[in-house]
C-alpha cells in the first residue's frame, strides 16, 4: 500500500493542490476542428475537443464537475454548438470525474463497455486512491456512461475514432484518432514520462503501443506533462518501459 502511495505521489507529483484561484483551463486551437484543452487542476492533464458541424465531442471529462464547467464554458468562446458527446477514455477520476456536470447539459456520455464496468465495480476505490494523494479531491458519485460499445467506435461521422488496442496504463484504456488531423490523442497511455504503473499490463503494454504503427499520425496529444509531441512520443515511451526497474 505504501509503495502504491508512493508510485501515485510520483505519478501525480507536481505539487498541485486540490482546486485553487491559481488553476487554470485553457483551450487553444489546435488543428482543423480540434481544440487542446490544459489544466493543472491536481495535476497537469491534457484533454480535446472536436467541434463536429452540429456538436461539439469532448475527450476526457476532467477532474470533477466543477472543472468539466469551466471547459463547457471555454468551449463556448469559440463555438454556439452544444456540446453532447464526452468520451470517458478510462475508467480513472481524471477522465470521468465531470461526468455529472456533462450530463447535466444533455451530453451523453460514451465509453467501451469494460470502461462502463470497471466504473462500476472500483470507482469508489479509485477515488480514495486518488484522494491519498489529493486529500481535497471530492467524493465524487459514481456516474456511469450512458452509451457503451463493445470495442473501437466512431462518432462524428468517423471523423472522430475511438481505438482499443488492448491492455496498457489501465486495462480498458482507449486512443482516439482524428484523421483528418492525423492527430493522435494518447491519454494517460501515452507521455513523456513513465509516470504511475499501479494499474498497468506490463506485458502487454509494448504490443498494444506498437499498434499504433499502423495509424497515419503526425501529432500526439499526450494526457499529462506536455501536451504536444509529434509520433516519436511511441517511441520513447515504448524506452522508457523498456529501460524501467522492477
Not at 179 to 204: M, Q, S, T
Not at 235 to 246: G, H, V
Amino acid at each position: 500500500m505504501v509503495r502504491g502511495l508512493l508510485i501515485l505521489l510520483a505519478w501525480l507529483a507536481l505539487g498541485q493542490p486540490a482546486i485553487s484561484q491559481e488553476s487554470q483551463l485553457r483551450l487553444s486551437h489546435l488543428e482543423g476542428r480540434l481544440y487542446l484543452i490544459e489544466d493543472n487542476f491536481f495535476f497537469s492533464e491534457n484533454s480535446a475537443a472536436f467541434v463536429g458541424d452540429k456538436h461539439v465531442t469532448i475527450i476526457g471529462a476532467t477532474w470533477t464537475p466543477q472543472t468539466a464547467r469551466l471547459l463547457s464554458q471555454a468551449v463556448a468562446q469559440v463555438t454556439n454548438k452544444p456540446i453532447k458527446e464526452v468520451i470517458n477514455t478510462n475508467y480513472h477520476p481524471d477522465r470521468a470525474g465531470g461526468n455529472t456536470f456533462f450530463k447535466s447539459l444533455g451530453a451523453r456520455i460514451i465509453s467501451t463497455r469494460m470502461t462502463s464496468e470497471l466504473m462500476s465495480s472500483e470507482w469508489a476505490s479509485i477515488v480514495h486512491y486518488t484522494q491519498k494523494a489529493f486529500p481535497d479531491y471530492p467524493a465524487l458519485p459514481l456516474c456511469l456512461p450512458d452509451t457503451t460499445f463493445d470495442g473501437d467506435f466512431n462518432l462524428q461521422d468517423g471523423k472522430v475514432k475511438a481505438l482499443y488496442f488492448g491492455p496498457s496504463h489501465t486495462p480498458d484504456g482507449i486512443f482516439v484518432y482524428f484523421p483528418e488531423e492525423k492527430v493522435l490523442y494518447g491519454g494517460c497511455i501515452l507521455k513523456e514520462k513513465l509516470g504511475n504503473l499501479d494499474f498497468a499490463n506490463i506485458e502487454e503494454y509494448p504490443k498494444t503501443l506498437r499498434k499504433l504503427r499502423a495509424l497515419e499520425i503526425k501529432t500526439v496529444i499526450a494526457g499529462h506533462y506536455s501536451a504536444i509531441h509529434g509520433p516519436e512520443l511511441i517511441d520513447t515511451y515504448l524506452d522508457l518501459l523498456a529501460r524501467r526497474e522492477p
